[in-house]
Nanobody
Framework: VQLQASGGGLVQPGGSLRLSCAVS????????TGWFRQAPGKKREFVAA????????VYANSVKGRFTISRDKGENSVSLQMDSLKPEDTAVYYC????????????????WGQGTLVTVSS
């Protein structure tokens, strides 16, 4: 499985960005895909995940109501729509595949994309 993330950039506070992640390889209903982020000097943290089969979603409290994760089974991709961005959302964002389903523990993710930088600043 390989993942290719894109869509990061510089945005002003209150703005929006959409991240995308193309997944090569077969995904099954029991799998999940998601996004984690890592700010400078901090540990990698969970952002959002979606169950590949059912499409149900899980969000970190810090992004709930502002971020929306979705997946396209036909395109084998997962996206993260980020609205009402805050400076504290600044981080490198990583997409991931989780073979055992949704987890907020980055150590339990199985494959990672290369990361895309999101900077929220005026």
């Amino acid at each position: 499985v390989q993942l290719q993330a894109s869509g990061g950039g510089l945005v002003q506070p209150g703005g929006s960005l959409r991240l995308s992640c193309a997944v090569s390889g077969r995904l099954y209903s029991s799998h999940a895909t998601g996004w984690f982020r890592q700010a400078p000097g901090k540990k990698r943290e969970f952002v959002a995940a979606i169950r590949w089969g059912a499409g149900t979603t899980v969000y970190a409290n810090s992004v709930k109501g502002r971020f929306t994760i979705s997946r396209d089974k036909g395109e084998n991709s997962v996206s993260l729509q980020m609205d009402s961005l805050k400076p504290e959302d600044t981080a490198v964002y990583y997409c991931a595949v989780m073979f055992r389903g949704v987890t907020s523990n980055p150590e339990e993710a199985n494959y990672w994309g290369q990361g895309t930088l999101v900077t929220v600043s005026s």
